[in-house]
């Protein structure tokens, strides 16, 4: 069946209002967008409450955010945000994914520290090592000030699993979804939390604790030249054994600036010294700063020998990993699914390792227990039953996709829905592709459009085949559909709403001051949501 393109849409602030030509086309998209719910109007997010006058919060900042966009360097988005408070500087330095991955949003993991409710500063993975830095150099503004220590809410409502407080899951199973001759190995890793099972929706992530890699931790305590079993303690006055540190309670990835610190004050010369103290400053001498996980930092200096105690005080604490979670509690409940691409690569001509994902794909078996917890979506989340949607999820970006469609098949959800899958190869790549071809002939996936980059002469990616069925996408949009898109956030989700600003464009006669408003409509009315990373 052929479907007309709808009529371009009509403008909605009268010529003679007293705006520019530019503004008028950006207020004209963005109604246009909040509006193409068949005229009704999306959900417009209210103005946040007045903060209370006593908040050390209510600083008279208008709120606004401007370098809270990931694809901003860092000092583009310190230099938007110069003269602003001190913690809305703060939140700037972060990496502006609103990932959850230390907890909380930008904006709060910000406010917490500002409200000394949070003290470590290393937590904004995005951000990395630049991140850290900022920080502390805007910490030290906050010394003499006399703010006192608030709580901030936790992105978690008490009663579930957290960060802080996590419970064991038991491993039901890892399968590896891609077919054999495969360059890729992406799992599908069953969790049990029996009876009660874990209290999520779908949309949400699951933050999960891995250890170290063993033959990585064994390395290093042979550079030290040290015992496995010396103690190093805990920090809190505990006994603590060196490996056992080294495998559970430190990131050894990448090398911290406290490090170079510390093989600084060992340095035998000057010159040495001052390099290490550079390299603590972010100086890159030998261009391989980037290369350094903890074991090539010591490898690098073989002449500095520090002590296991003194290593292990200056390393970060280990991290958990997010995962989006790839199941519906309306499935099997007491189950949670995620999908994981074991993370390989070569660095420094040593084969290196993701910590999560390689733990999650070589060394944990059935029955294993590990601690996971719940990290709530802030906005990424099914509409009502019979809203249209549209999910665009290339390689692990299919994960919460397939959440989606168990919980609209279980719940016998009326509205269309639209996958736009991409990845490798159609014959080995095509992740849980019975199970979406189910819920195709159960009607719940109505469309399934799939882009296989390496099957052919050309690249083809997601966003191709959004500018391909373009004209049926802008019908959808202005029915009401929701678009969400999830995956690589460096660099496919910017492509892919490249792509939807066109089509837009294109089949909503827009300009492109016009179509930009119009995706701004959309997110505003929240439907247009992302999970990437
Ligand atoms: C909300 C959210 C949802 C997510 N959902 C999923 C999901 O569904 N599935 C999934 O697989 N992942 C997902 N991720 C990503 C996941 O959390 C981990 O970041 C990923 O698995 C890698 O973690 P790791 O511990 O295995 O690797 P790490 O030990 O953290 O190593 C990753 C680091 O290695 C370095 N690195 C990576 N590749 C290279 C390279 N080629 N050369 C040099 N250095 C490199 C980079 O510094 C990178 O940050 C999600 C992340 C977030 C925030
Ligand atoms: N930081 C980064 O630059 C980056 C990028 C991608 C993935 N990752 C990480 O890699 C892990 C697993 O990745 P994954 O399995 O989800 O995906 P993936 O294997 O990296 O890619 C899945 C598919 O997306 C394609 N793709 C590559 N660039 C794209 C773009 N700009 N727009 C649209 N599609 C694009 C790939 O094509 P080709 O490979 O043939 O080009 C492939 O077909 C995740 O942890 C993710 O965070 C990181």
């Known amino acids: 069946m052929t479907s007309l393109s709808p009529a371009p849409l009509p ?3 009268p010529e003679n209002a007293p705006f520019s030509a530019e503004q008028r086309a ?52 310190m230099a938007l945000a110069e003269g602003r408070p001190l913690r809305r500087r703060m939140m ?16 709060d993991y910000a406010d917490a520290i500002f409200l000394r409710a949070e003290t470590e500063l290393n937590l904004c993975v995005p951000g990395g090592k630049a991140t850290i830095r900022m920080l502390k150099a805007l910490h030290a503004e906050l010394e003499g000030e006399g703010a006192p ?61 891995a250890t170290n890699d063993p033959a990585l931790a064994d390395a290093i305590v042979l550079r030290l030249g040290a015992e496995p079993e010396a103690e190093v303690g805990d920090g809190n006055g505990r006994s603590r054994r060196l490996r056992d540190a080294l495998l559970e309670d430190v990131s050894l990835a990448p090398a911290p600036d406290e490090l170079f610190e510390l093989l600084a004050g060992l340095a035998g010369g000057e010159t040495e010294r001052r390099r290490l103290l550079a390299m603590a400053q972010g100086d890159d001498p030998d261009g391989d700063l980037e290369t350094l996980d903890v074991l090539a930092a010591l490898e690098k200096f073989p002449g500095l020998q520090p002590a296991p105690r003194d290593l292990i005080g200056a390393l970060g604490a280990l991290q958990p990993r997010l995962y989006s979670i790839s199941s519906s509690p309306k499935v099997e409940p007491g189950r949670v ?12 001509g040593r084969p290196r390792k993701g910590l999560a994902s390689c733990f999650l794909a070589e060394r944990v078996k ?4 590990i601690p996971v917890y719940i990290q709530k979506a802030r906005d990424f989340a099914l509409p009502s039953d019979e809203t249209p949607i549209v999910m665009v999820g290339p390689g692990t970006g299919i994960a919460p996709f397939r959440a989606f469609l168990q ?53 083809v990616y997601v ?71």
């Not at 699914?337 to 420094?348: F, K, N, P, W």
């Open 11 to 13: 403008p909605r602030i």
């Open 26 to 77: 950006w207020l004209n998209g963005f109604i246009a967008g909040l509006l193409s719910l068949d005229g009704r109007e999306g959900q417009v997010a209210g103005a946040p409450a007045a903060a209370a006058k006593d908040d050390p919060l209510d600083d008279g900042d208008d709120g606004a955010a401007p370098w809270h966009d990931q694809t901003l360097p860092l000092a583009k988005r």
């Open 92 to 107: 700037a330095a972060m990496g502006q994914q609103d990932c959850g991955q230390c907890g909380y949003s930008c904006e």
């Open 149 to 209: 220590a608030q709580a901030v809410a936790p992105a978690t409502p008490s009663g579930g699993p957290t960060r802080d407080r996590p419970v064991m899951a038991s491993v039901v199973g890892v399968t590896r979804l891609n077919a054999e001759g495969s360059a890729k190995e992406t799992n599908h890793v069953e969790l049990a939390v029996e009876p009660a099972g874990l209290p999520y929706a779908v949309g949400d992530s699951l933050g999960v604790f």
């Open 337 to 348: 699914s995620i999908t994981v691409d074991a993370l390989r690569y070569l660095a420094g």
């Open 366 to 369: 059935a029955g294993d227990r």
């Open 407 to 459: 919980e609209r098949l279980a719940r016998k959800a009326s509205g269309g829905a639209w996958l736009f899958f991409g990845h490798r190869h159609e014959a080995t790549d095509f992740l849980y592709r019975e199970e979406l071809e189910g819920f195709q002939a159960a009607g719940t996936l109505t469309r399934l459009t799939t882009a296989w980059s390496r099957d052919g002469a050309e690249k």
């Open 463 to 533: 966003q191709h085949r959004l500018r391909a069925e373009g004209r049926e996408l802008f019908r959808w949009l202005e029915e009401g559909a929701h678009f969400y898109v999830c995956g690589d956030a460096a660099r496919m989700a910017g492509d892919v709403e490249r792509a939807l600003r066109e089509v837009v464009a294109e089949h909503g006669g827009l300009d492109a001051a016009g179509a930009r408003a119009y995706l701004d409509g959309l997110a505003k009315a929240g439907r247009y949501q992302k999970d990437v990373y």
